[in-house]
């Protein structure tokens, strides 16, 4: 019985690291501007292949949330030297928080460019990002 | 049963050359830009002519990560299928081969959010030039007979036509229409045949690869200068005919590409590395000139042997090749 109970337990564990281990958002990434402005950009989840939501903080050097802003988000894959099929949606949530829509084609290291607002003077974050 | 034994060598010749062109460029130019890879060459050693038609399908599994790791599919279906056409002529006592190759591919592409999409296009064409610089010893080695050691050593020159789709030029929202690498490839290998026996062939070939430079530019209109990395195919192939219809083997190919550059700076962590291993089955079925040769590889799916690869997978071909 007791035996029973230790390959229950133990199944239960490998189980729960199993689907730890791939599963789950990775950790958010944090980036900061030379005026001092901060990006926290937070998957919901692993990036995969498919339709992926990231979740942007932007704070100013003070802390002050930035808000009202049209962001321009785009992303290109240096390694294969082609950008992605369809153009990421970004919408604002509120207090500085902006939600980004964006479709990945092929696994790898993208390379997601933010800006904030519209025109080439437009201060803007270069986010690294692993799609698995 | 001499005569026999040189009809069985003649087979066995063609039957090698086959082994080395039965994964062409077009079987890994997918979506990707991992293209190249392939073998030229097309025509057996002692054959005038020869025209193929190649049916290849390949299923992506996984992806490796820039860390080696392995990655199972999540929540997507990649799906390729490949009908190649080729056609090749020797010239000067056999000695020159001018060859060519041109995909149709079929592709669809499935991700997770987004409706699945298929699209057949034009793959990237080849065209090839082979030599043979040693007319090697079809006897068998034997170890006192130093005339039998010498291999068939055969130089092969190529360029890969960016004729499929670039991916900059896509307009399907899943990318299912990119069908080639968009720049064109120039490629130089030498083939190394040693006949161990009268049945049996060892092949080793290497092959360098150097993609050229093109303008690329991205969805919101940022424009690079990209340059795909160099890179550099090892295959070693070991051959076996059974008899004048029926002959089988085995191979392994590695693949190294060197980074990518963009914009004349060297992008971090994109070399590449892939691992593939398979068998062939070959059977003439009309002597001495239709030939089917049916081959499967696959990648491992293990963390290690590949590098930066975004689409693995088993493939499958079937090789119709009518000589002349
Ligand atoms: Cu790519």
């Not at chain 2, 968009?182 to 030498?190: A, I, P």
């Given at each position: 019985m007791r035996h029973?109970?230790?390959?229950a337990l133990a199944l239960v564990a490998l189980l729960a690291s199993a689907c730890s281990s791939n599963s789950g958002p990775p950790e958010p990434v944090t980036l900061r501007l030379a005026d001092g402005t901060q990006g926290i950009f937070a998957p919901e989840d692993a990036l995969g292949l498919g339709e992926n939501m990231i979740t942007i903080t932007l704070t100013r050097a003070d802390a002050t949330p930035i808000t009202g802003l049209n962001l321009q988000v785009d992303a290109f894959m240096p390694a294969h030297g082609h950008g992605l099929r369809q153009p990421p949606v970004a919408s604002e949530l509120g207090e500085g928080r902006y939600m980004v829509h964006i479709d990945f084609h092929m696994t790898g290291r993208w390379d997601m460019s933010v800006a904030l607002g519209e025109g080439e003077d437009a201060p803007s974050f270069s986010v690294p990002?692993?799609?698995r | 049963m001499l005569r026999h034994a040189i009809t069985l060598t003649c087979y066995l010749l063609v039957a090698a050359a086959c082994a080395c062109c039965?994964?062409?460029?077009?079987a890994s130019a997918q979506a990707c830009c991992v293209g190249g890879g392939g073998q030229l060459g097309?025509?057996?050693?002692?054959?005038?002519?020869?025209?193929?038609?190649?049916l290849g399908y390949q299923r992506a599994m996984g992806s490796y990560a820039n860390d080696g790791s392995y990655h199972g599919l999540r929540g997507a279906s990649i799906d390729d299928l490949t009908l190649e056409l080729g056609g090749g002529v020797r010239l000067f006592d056999h000695r020159l081969e001018l060859s060519g190759t041109l995909p149709t591919r079929l592709q669809h592409r499935s991700y997770r959010g987004s409706q699945g999409s298929a699209r057949v296009g034009l793959g990237d064409a080849s065209l090839g030039v082979g030599l043979m610089l040693i007319r090697g010893s079809v006897d068998g080695v034997r170890r006192r007979e130093p005339g039998t050691w010498i291999p068939f050593l055969d130089l092969n020159l190529g360029v890969l036509v960016p004729s499929g789709r670039a991916p900059e030029n896509s307009h399907d929202q899943n990318g299912a229409d990119v069908m080639g690498g968009?720049?064109?490839?120039?490629?130089?290998?030498?083939r190394l045949s040693q006949f161990v026996s009268l049945r049996q062939i060892l092949t080793l070939s290497v092959l360098f690869e150097r993609g050229l430079a093109r303008d690329v530019h991205s969805l919101a209109g940022a424009s690079h200068r990209y340059r795909p990395g160099a890179a550099v195919s090892l295959r070693a192939s070991w051959l076996y005919a059974r008899d004048m219809r029926w002959s089988g083997g085995l191979f392994v190919t590695t693949?190294?590409?060197r980074p990518a550059h963009q914009d004349r700076e060297r992008v971090a962590g994109s070399a590449s590395r892939s691992f593939s291993f398979g068998a062939l089955l070959s059977w003439v079925f009309i002597l001495p000139i239709w030939e089917a040769t049916l081959s499967m590889s696959v990648d491992p799916f293990f963390s290690g042997p590949g590098r930066n690869l975004p689409q693995v997978g088993p493939r499958l071909s079937l090789l119709m090749k009518r000589s002349f």
């Open positions: 029973h109970t230790c390959f990002l692993e799609v | 039965l994964e062409p460029s077009g097309v025509v057996g050693r002692e054959r005038r002519a020869a025209l193929t038609a190649r968009g720049h064109f490839t120039l490629q130089g290998g030498l693949r190294l590409g």
